[in-house]
Structures are given as C-alpha cells and as structure tokens.
C-alpha cells in the first residue's frame, strides 16, 4: 500500500456510517508507550532514535498481516503527502514536521495507524465512524498487548506507563470524539459545551488537534488525565456522560432552529449551497464553513440537491494536500483556491445530474 491507495478512497474519520453519525464524525483511542532502555525522544541521539525506529518496526511487522499493512518512512514521504497523512488523522502535525528516524505503519483500511517516534516512542491509534469506543477499545488493547509481547515498556508499577508528557502518564490513554456542532456555534451556545468539558476536565480541540481552530464546526473532546483512573473508566464517562451530554445539546439547538429561525435556518444553508455551486476561488476555511451548514441541511432534511456521500468527500478533497495531490503539482495559496472552487463545481455539477 502507498500514498496513491490512502488517498484514492474516503478515510475512515469522515467515512459517515457509524452511530450516531450525524453528529458524532469519529471516535479514536490513542496509547503512549515507551521502551525501556531507549531514553525518551527529547533527550535520544540520532543514532538511538535509528535504532529505536528499526527496533520498533521490525516488531510491528512481525505482528503485521502481509498486505494489510503498510509501513511508510516519514523522510521518504514528500511534503504534500505528509500533508495527506496529516488530513486524514494518520498522523500529527508534530509528526509531520518532526526530523530523524520516524514512520508510521496503517492498515489498509486506516482504522490504525502505529507512529513511531512521534512524542513517545510509539503512538498506537486507532480511529472508527462514529461513536465506538467499545469497538476501539477492543482492537487498541488486542495490538497494544501483541506489541507488548515483543516490545518491553517502561512501565512504574506506582505510576504505570511512563511517557515523555506528564498528562499521560499512568494508563497513557486518549480518548477523543470529533463532534459536529454548527446549531450550537449559530445559536451562540457553544460556550455551553466549553463549559462541560472544563468541569469535567476535558479539553476541546479543532479539527486537527492540539492548537487548531475549530474549523467547519468540528470539535475534538478529550480527556487530559490519564493517572489515577482506569481505561474503562475514562471510556464510560465519554459514553454515558460526556458525548450523550452534548449530543443533547447539540440536538436542542438544532431542533431551536427548525421550530423558531426556520428561514433564518434556510437562508443560511441556501447561501453556503450557492456559494460552493459557483465559487470561482474559495479558501480551505470558508469551504468547510459552507459545508458544515450542507451537512447540517442534509441530517435536518431541508436540501436535497446535494447527498452525504458528495459533501463528505469534499470536506476531505478540499483539504490543501488533498487538492495539491490531486492536481499533481505544488499549488500557490491562489492557485488552491481556484482548484478547489473548480473542484467543488464539478462534484456539484456530478450530483446534480446523478439525481
């Protein structure tokens, strides 16, 4: 598998048809885990992150089914296609712009990616449609735990996994839950969700994580304490009280709309659907601003000319990697928006006629 088979097909975080998709975009559980005898990335030598990365890899194909899995080099991997990896939540940005010996391995169908040498020495995820944390739980513990055979972690039996960030040591979990939630950002309540997540120590994060803006409506709730609490702890909290929460929220506010700002409701979709039909530049922030009103439209049954299917895919094919990849070439800021206007008349245009 290469960067042409990745990108040649929807990613998983955007693939809309898990529970309680309309809401709930992906739910991804993340490891931080560190081998002994290795010291963190912060203070190893070139020749030990080397070492570290060939050890590591080795392991994970060993574990790896032939064909199902890929292992990808990141200083073999060019600029924009690391931007690719980076839009489709295969890898950080710190990752992407990291130097020295790093990788990433993925299954075919981009349900896990394994870094090596992002922050920890491996950052073990794995990333599903929909609200499914149970699910995840089972697969991340099922590798975590083959890797663990192979691989000794440093590990304090006071402390439990020691990671190069304080915030995850102890069981090194994160749990995070990306959330669409244009009501609440229309009706000014998302200070609600704000709120909840800070009385109940939890952080929210843009679209790409830690230090993104919540761009087209996209917020990512997760936990920032990992020690002291139990895996099935943080994951049932995020299951009976986090998510349902602010589902609730997101849902009254939607339904605020239908009953008392209909044509507000539709004056504001109907734009988003003209400017995206005709646009003959847009930016990556205004796309995805005119989409996340789209997607709303489509789950409250007030448009029809546009499917899921059609606005899903945008949201990732507009991204800047996405785009420059697509056209084969390294775009200005100029020429992007120009492309991705062309881009989205034309999957428009593909629906239109479709329907």
């Known amino acids: 598998m290469i960067i ?19 809401i709930v975009i992906s739910s991804r559980i993340r490891l931080a885990r560190n081998v002994l005898g290795f010291p963190f990335l912060t203070r190893a030598s070139d020749a ?4 570290l990365a060939a050890t590591i890899r080795r392991h994970i194909d060993a574990e790896a089914t032939a064909g199902d899995w890929a292992y990808l080099e990141m200083a073999r991997v060019e600029e924009i296609d690391q931007q690719v990896l980076v839009e489709r939540h295969l890898i950080s940005r710190q ?20 870094m090596v040498n992002e922050e920890d020495h491996l950052r073990i995820q794995v990333l599903r449609s929909g609200l499914q944390l149970d699910e995840i739980w089972d697969d991340i513990n099922r590798i975590d735990d083959r890797l663990e ?12 996994y020691l990671t190069a960030c304080p915030t995850n040591v102890g069981t090194g979990i994160r749990v995070s839950v990306m959330l669409h939630l244009p009501a609440l950002k229309l009706t000014g309540e998302i200070e609600k969700v704000f709120r909840a997540a800070k009385d ?3 952080a929210v994060r843009g679209l790409f994580g830690e230090g993104t803006e919540a ?6 709730i997760s936990n920032q304490v990992t020690l ?3 895996e099935a702890e943080i994951i049932n909290d995020f299951k009976h009280q986090v998510i349902p929460r602010i589902i609730d929220f997101e849902n009254r506010a939607r339904k605020a709309l239908v009953q008392e700002r209909a044509n507000a409701l539709d004056d504001r979709i109907w734009r988003s659907y003209g400017a995206l039909r005709h646009a003959r530049t847009i930016s990556s922030e205004e796309t995805m601003l005119h989409l996340s009103h789209l997607r709303m439209g ?23 990697g996405h785009l420059q990849r697509l056209y084969g070439a390294k775009l200005s800021g100029e020429q992007r928006s120009a492309a991705r206007a062309d881009l989205i008349r034309k999957h428009f245009e593909a629906c239109s006629s479709s329907a």
């Open 200 to 202: 109940m120590r939890l």
């Open 215 to 220: 761009t087209g409506d996209f917020f990512q």
């Open 298 to 320: 489509i789950h409250l049954g007030r448009i029809k000319l546009v499917d899921m299917k059609t606005v899903n895919d945008l949201f990732l094919l507009s991204q800047p």
């Open 4 to 22: 042409d088979d990745i990108a040649g097909h929807p990613g998983e975080w955007l693939r809309g048809n898990g529970p309680l998709c309309d």
């Open 228 to 230: 002291g609490r139990t």
């Open 95 to 114: 990752h992407a712009d990291a130097r020295g010996s790093r990788g990433v391995s993925i299954s075919r169908d981009e349900s896990v990616s394994i």
């Open 48 to 51: 030990q992150k080397a070492e």
């Open 149 to 160: 055979e192979r691989l000794d972690y440093a590990f304090h039996p006071r402390y439990g």
